[in-house]
């Protein structure tokens, strides 16, 4: 199995310009997770999906943030618009039936925001 | 506000060495506790988690659970230079909220 995939890896914007983070979850796992990590205030679960329905959004930071699931091979996490404290790595996992111990991570994506 | 706290470290061992790296919650209603190992660079990884009050072994890992105290730890033992990574303690509470509580995270130096 590839994995969890991540795009881009590498995302560098201006401030105010919409931002898109792109997610494949591995292939019949039900449940996906949005994480952000920066040196301040470390790893957060920003939202999670179980069955393409979004369970949990509590950790979204602010309405500039949105997450969709359309199907279960693909998820969107959107921020617009972006701010200079939006830089972090964002993370996406999934899991079979939203198990934490079950949770594998994608490589991320590190987002700059000028 | 729930906390997970970490000794950030860096907690520097020799190889072969046990190292111990410890993690305290605020929230006495925690319920799950996991430990997750992040080599620089890369994403999370989950190594060990538990439950119940008391040891779960699993080869060389250890997770030790005291809910009274509130703490729980992880036990490396003969510890190698490929287990130097960053180690985060995570705590969930299962009724209510589903959302995980992560710690900083210790950063583990093990040297030849």
């Known amino acids: 199995d590839a994995g969890v995939i991540q795009s881009p890896r590498h995302e560098v914007t201006e401030m105010g310009q919409e931002v898109t983070l792109r997610c494949k979850p591995i292939?019949?796992?039900?449940?996906l997770f949005w994480y952000r990590q920066t040196m301040m205030r470390g790893l957060e679960l920003l939202i999670y999906?179980?069955?393409?329905?979004?369970?949990?959004d509590s950790g979204m930071p602010e309405d500039r943030f949105s997450a969709k699931m359309p199907n279960a091979s693909f998820s969107t996490l959107k921020i617009q618009p972006s701010e200079p404290r939006d830089s972090a790595v964002y993370f996406c996992?999934?899991?079979?039936?939203?198990?934490?111990?079950?949770?594998?991570f994608g490589p991320g994506t590190r987002l700059t925001v000028l | 506000q729930k906390e997970v706290e970490q000794n950030s470290g860096p907690l520097s061992v020799p190889e072969g060495a046990i190292a111990s790296l410890n993690c305290t919650y605020s929230?006495?209603?925690?319920?799950?506790f996991f430990w997750y190992r992040q080599y620089s660079g890369k994403s999370p990884e989950l190594i060990m988690s538990?439950?119940?009050?008391g040891d779960k072994e699993d080869g060389r890992f250890t997770a030790q659970l005291n809910k009274a105290s509130q703490y729980v730890s992880l036990l490396i033992r003969d510890s190698q230079p490929s287990d130097s990574a960053t180690y985060l303690c995570?705590?969930?509470?299962?009724?209510?909220?589903?959302?995980?509580?992560f710690g900083r995270g210790t950063s583990l130096i093990v040297h030849p």
């Open positions: 996992a999934s899991s079979l039936r939203g198990g934490w111990d079950t949770q594998y």
């Open positions: 292939s019949g796992h039900n449940s």
């Open positions: 999906f179980n069955n393409n329905v979004p369970i949990d």
């Open positions: 929230d006495r209603g925690s319920q799950s």
């Open positions: 538990i439950y119940s009050n």
């Open positions: 995570a705590v969930t509470i299962l009724e209510g909220s589903y959302i995980p509580t």
